[in-house]
């Protein structure tokens, strides 16, 4: 009885503050006829009819005839009012039951506005999850092409990003070299894998599956994914979804295949042969290029990227891209010069010149692929098996045997600087000139190759023997 008076007065109170804002109507206890017939004067924005039977319910009425059913009650001396839903969609002893709840929140102490922010708030932070949680590798790794590098570098070398595109390749195109279509890349597989399914056992069962098609290609392809979790694992977005140590389980490293350190170089034996079967390639362009990983001990890319416009014929220098500096200017020896000075120079389709030296029709307007080439060299020459890597190689090895310093070999060769037998210290080009010199014409003497270095481009002959 107490209750229901306190409720009275308080409606009173209400009405007489809402004045021509707001209509409340004659407190009483709700009934479908009641709730129905109500409704909301033209002349004021609301009106509220409250229910006697729980005083802190109203349905409050607009002038378009929307009818909503509120709470409204006092915490910490101010009043509080929360909608609780439409006349339609909540019948009266729900509506009754959900401001009984409410109240006694309120009576608590508790603010029933904040706990509903904190599960709204938290509604929101496990759906977050759950699309964190569905983030894929194949999501994810456009990203890692663009921003991922190796360490104390920029970005990715261009070859070795070409290598991570066509790892993750869907396959299905069609060969560039004999019929059918391309098979999807060893990495494809795993762009379907959400990123905390990327575990020990799904890393594993790829693993064995690839290897069937190639070990040394499938472990290639895991050294890769590694270098992918490892990027993931430093960014806080994906750092909770990744697991980096999953590609160095015991189960998977066991199953890798050993690694052979190759030892692969040419013989001094074996330098005229290789040179004759260069000439004979009946390209001089591709020939010149070997030649020049020879001479030089660069890395392939290095060579194959080299543009006129790093060639500097007056001072006789190249200025080579490297892999652990950006750039590294290497002296340019006599018998180099001629060769690079006969080359032909290539036009491109829209009549501009082509700037690669080592110019081709290929995708990029240069050489990509020398390694059928080189075949046809190793083929002619007899020599069994030499890697293009193995012409590095046998520089730095016919240097050696040239009396070159093993310093200014590694400078030509851009090594990283490293503590040597003779104490490491960089050359200038000048200083390096000499020692270069040295190994090239070693080499062609090696090879049989007697050189004028004053005779006119291309006035070279071989002496047999």
């Not at 004759?276 to 392939?300: P, V």
Request: aromatic letters at 8%; glycine letters at 8%; one cysteine or more.
């Amino acid at each position: 009885m107490g209750c229901t008076f306190i409720g009275r007065i308080c409606l009173q109170i209400a009405y007489r503050f809402w004045g021509s804002h707001e209509t409340a109507s004659k407190p009483g206890s709700f009934d479908a006829g009641r709730v129905d017939a109500f409704t909301c004067p033209t002349d004021k924005p609301q009106a509220f009819l409250w229910d006697t039977d729980t005083p802190t319910l109203a349905l409050r009425a607009t002038p378009t005839g929307r009818k909503t059913y509120v709470f409204e009650s006092r915490l910490n001396g101010a009043t509080i009012r929360i909608n609780i839903g439409t006349l339609a969609d909540w019948p009266i002893e729900k509506a009754r039951t959900k401001a009984q709840g409410l109240k006694r929140l309120v009576d608590d102490g508790t603010d029933p506005r904040e706990l509903e922010r904190d599960r709204l708030a938290a509604k929101a932070a496990d759906k977050a999850a759950a699309t964190a949680q569905a983030v894929t590798v194949g999501d994810v790794w456009p990203r890692y092409l663009e921003e991922g590098k190796p360490k104390r570098k920029d970005t990715f070398k261009p070859r070795y990003l070409a290598d991570l595109k066509a790892m993750a390749a869907p396959g299905g195109e069609k060969k560039k070299r004999g019929e059918g279509v391309t098979r999807p890349g060893p990495l494809y597989p795993l762009l379907a894998l959400a990123l905390p399914q990327v575990n020990e056992d799904t890393l594993k069962s790829w693993f064995d599956r690839e290897a069937k098609a190639g070990k040394h290609q499938a472990a290639r392809a895991l050294m890769m994914f590694r270098g992918f979790m490892r990027w993931c694992s430093a960014r806080p977005e994906y750092r909770a979804l990744i697991d980096r140590d999953a590609g160095r389980a015991a189960a998977i490293v066991e199953a890798l295949p050993q690694v052979t350190k190759r030892a692969d170089c040419l013989e001094a034996a074996q330098l005229p042969g290789w040179f004759a079967g260069a000439d004979k390639l009946g390209n001089r362009t591709i020939a010149t290029y070997l030649k020049a990983l020879l001479i030089t001990g660069s890395r392939r890319e290095e060579m194959a990227g080299l543009r006129w416009a790093d060639v500097d014929f007056r001072w006789n220098r190249l200025t080579l891209a490297d892999k652990v500096d950006a750039t590294r200017v290497i002296p340019l020896t006599p018998y180099l010069a001629q060769q690079l000075a006969t080359l032909p120079r290539v036009m491109l389709k829209d009549g501009t010149p082509n700037p690669y030296v080592f110019a081709s029709n290929a995708k990029g307007g240069r050489l990509t692929e020398p390694r059928a080439s080189h075949a046809k060299v190793l083929l002619d020459a007899g020599i069994t098996t030499l890697t293009i890597h193995g012409l590095r190689r046998s520089f730095s090895l016919l240097g050696e045997a040239a009396g070159a310093p093993a310093g200014a070999i590694a400078q030509v060769m851009g090594h990283k600087p490293s503590a040597t037998a003779e104490g490491y210290r960089p050359r200038s080009v000048d200083a390096l000139r000499p020692y270069l010199a040295q190994i090239e014409a070693h080499i062609l003497e090696q090879a049989g190759i007697v050189f004028d270095a004053k005779a006119a481009p291309g006035a070279l002959r071989v002496v047999n023997g």
